[in-house]
């Protein structure tokens, strides 16, 4: 009898373990994984950018220094936050990394606002190819943004719903977090030309 | 939601007439009734559904390398890009797909794109070699979207270039033809570039198999005049659909197709007859008929392969 359950209870487990969603949980661990390394990669290409960027205004618009030292800091600050997978399960440390990069989006945004002023910087083949990488790579973090908030989502319902949710309390799988709506607007919205502030 | 409402509601409509048109059954008050009360069902439906409207644009779908909903291009044009597109798909596995909306409002023709790209899934599997060129011709701005594996061939900045340089200037004009054909020609240039992987075989096998048609006929006739010669009418026929089949087969038909070639080929030997004069006069109905066939079934159908896009590309506007 003895023996039987000694068959039966890794069987069982792995039945039990199965049907709880822990094996779930690992595909769509991953999926998140990899999602989170493609938006890391982008937004890794952007900031690539932008020494090159800051470089080409300021040979056309050297008084634009607000804009400029605005733009460097927060791509110092985007720089200088260790990303670790441990981010992704630790919202405190993700809410930083989204606000940080949120930053050099508003932080960009105006810089190519305050490009529109200056026509000679507008004509300038660098800049304008510069401006297309830059926005090229805006549009792959947006798609990289939306992959990743699909897959928490996906695995965010997996972790939560019953009966997985016990199988996740015992191994201490925790709900990811996601970007904000309000980050998502910032991001998605045309940035602002505000003739009165430009000098 | 897979079909947008009022696209359902639309097809629900026409099935309705349609069901009315052959009302053999019913009287035609009945059938009367009956639509009445589905038309108001429907309605109280769309009221409910309302909120889809304002929803983002519904993906058209793709059966052809160029979807024109404007129709902007003429038939001749749109063929003729469609024909480039389908060649380069054929010779080089990588997929150019055309589509020109009037408006991708209320969504930033960026975010319609990758949209597209997701639903069609043009180029290959694991090359994502597929590049969509999409024109908003109401709100005057174009893009180009770039698969993953093309981002090397097709970097932004040369995207960029391509619209900027090549599309805008005709697009300005009117030349929407114009632009599309040496925007297309200049991306499959620098598609040409890259090294990929030759196109698979398999997945053109159809196609590939109805090019062979003609060559298959003229041997047929050829084969069928001497074996008919050496072994008399009924051996000679059967020879020569055995031989035909078999070279089918050689060259990638499915069992059934290869059946299909013994039979057709048997019969066509047995009917060339004793009088040549007639016999040969025969042959080109059945060739032209066969091609022409073979044309519709085999070259027009396009759909994408599976590629994956990232947002790579490049917008731009007229």
Redesign the interface.
């Known amino acids: 009898m003895r023996q039987l359950y000694t068959k039966l209870l890794p069987l069982l487990l792995v039945l039990g373990l199965s049907g709880c969603g822990y094996n779930a949980f690992q595909t769509l661990d991953e999926e998140t994984k990899a999602s989170w390394s493609?938006v890391l990669n982008q937004y890794q290409r952007r900031a690539d950018l932008v020494p090159n960027l800051v470089e080409t205004v300021k040979g056309y618009a050297e008084h634009e220094k607000e804009v400029l030292t605005e733009v460097a800091d927060a791509r110092s600050k985007v720089g200088s936050i260790q990303v670790t997978p441990e981010v992704l399960n630790d919202p405190e440390a993700f809410a930083k990394f989204q606000a940080a990069q949120g930053q050099l989006t508003s932080a960009l945004s105006r810089l190519m606002a305050v490009a529109e002023n200056y026509p000679n910087l507008k004509a300038d083949q660098g800049f304008?190819?510069l401006q297309?990488?830059l926005?090229?790579?805006e549009?792959?973090?947006?798609?990289?943004r939306n992959r990743y908030i699909e897959s928490v989502k996906e695995y965010n319902i997996s972790v939560r719903s019953f009966p997985n949710n016990l199988t996740a309390m015992m191994f201490g799988y925790k709900a990811k977090p996601s970007f904000t709506v309000e980050n998502e607007k910032a991001i998605?919205s045309a940035p602002k030309v505000d003739f009165g502030n430009t000098k | 939601m897979k079909k947008p409402f009022p696209l359902r509601l639309k097809l629900i409509l026409e099935t309705l007439n349609n069901l009315h048109d052959g009302s053999e059954l019913h009287g035609i008050m009945q059938v009367n009734v009956m639509l009445k009360l589905v038309q108001w069902v429907l309605l109280v439906l769309s009221w409910i559904a309302l909120p889809a409207f304002s929803a983002p644009m519904a993906i058209p779908a793709l059966i052809s390398p160029v979807t024109d909903l404007t129709q902007t291009l003429s038939p001749q044009s749109q063929q003729s890009l469609a024909q480039k597109l389908n060649q380069l798909s054929k010779e080089k596995g990588s997929q150019i797909a055309v589509l020109i909306v009037d408006t991708t409002q209320p969504e930033?023709i960026?975010?319609f794109g990758?949209r597209v790209a997701e639903a069609w899934k043009i180029g290959r599997d694991k090359q994502d070699d597929g590049v969509i060129i999409i024109v908003a011709k109401a709100d005057r701005k174009m893009r180009i979207e770039v698969g993953y594996g093309l981002e090397g061939a097709i970097?932004?900045?040369t995207?960029?270039r391509v619209i900027s340089e090549t599309m805008a200037p005709r697009f300005r004009q009117g030349d929407f033809e114009g632009g599309l054909n040496a925007a297309i020609d200049q991306l499959t240039a620098l598609i040409a570039g890259e090294a990929l992987p030759a196109p698979q075989k398999q997945s053109s096998q159809s196609g590939g198999l109805l090019e062979w048609l003609p060559i298959l006929m003229f041997v047929a006739i050829f084969t069928g005049m001497v074996l008919r010669s050496i072994f008399g009418t009924y051996a000679g026929s059967a020879l020569n659909g055995g031989a035909l089949s078999v070279l089918v087969w050689v060259l990638g038909g499915a069992l059934l197709t290869v059946g299909l070639v013994f039979i057709a080929a048997f019969i066509f030997t047995l009917a060339m007859g004793g009088n040549r004069g007639g016999g040969y006069g025969g042959y080109p109905t059945g060739y032209g008929g066969g091609y022409g066939g073979g044309g519709l079934s085999g070259r027009d159908i396009f759909s994408g392969g599976g590629g994956d896009?990232?947002?790579?590309?490049?917008?731009g506007d007229w």
């Not at chain 1, 549009?139 to 990289?144: I, L």
């Not at chain 2, 896009?309 to 917008?315: D, M, T």
């Open positions: 493609e304008r190819d297309a990488q926005e090229g790579t549009n792959r973090v947006t798609v990289a998605s | 930033d960026a975010q990758i970097p932004d900045l995207a960029k896009f990232g947002g790579g590309g490049a917008s």
